[in-house]
């Protein structure tokens, strides 16, 4: 079972563990986030609404877990 996730760039920053690229990076630095952030800053301010997008699997004994427990560990796959 995989969870999409799509929303506000900041409400979907603070859940993420890792982030694809050309790659998959196996976690997030600040020093990556501080770059999404200026791309995201540069897009809103040209007038673009910005939509992040998220996924993470779900393992089945997870499946009945809180929705903010699934929320979090999620892989950054771009943005809308």
Same mark, same amino acid.
């Given at each position: 079972?995989?969870?999409?996730?799509?929303?506000?760039? %900041?409400?979907?920053?603070?859940?993420?563990?890792?982030?694809?690229?050309? %790659?998959?990076?196996?976690?997030?630095?600040?020093?990556?986030?501080?770059?999404?952030?200026?791309? $995201?800053?540069?897009?809103?301010?040209?007038?673009?609404?910005?939509?992040? $997008?998220?996924?993470?699997?779900?393992a089945?004994?997870?499946?009945?877990?809180?929705?903010?427990?699934?929320?979090?560990?999620l892989?950054?796959?771009?943005?809308?």
């Amino acid at each position: 079972l995989m969870l999409a996730w799509k929303g506000a760039w %900041e409400a979907l920053r603070p859940r993420l563990a890792a982030c694809r690229g050309a %790659e998959v990076a196996p976690s997030i630095d600040a020093a990556r986030l501080d770059e999404i952030d200026a791309n $995201v800053r540069r897009l809103a301010g040209a007038g673009l609404r910005v939509i992040a $997008v998220g996924q993470r699997v779900v393992a089945e004994d997870e499946v009945d877990a809180p929705l903010d427990r699934l929320e979090d560990g999620l892989l950054l796959e771009g943005f809308l």
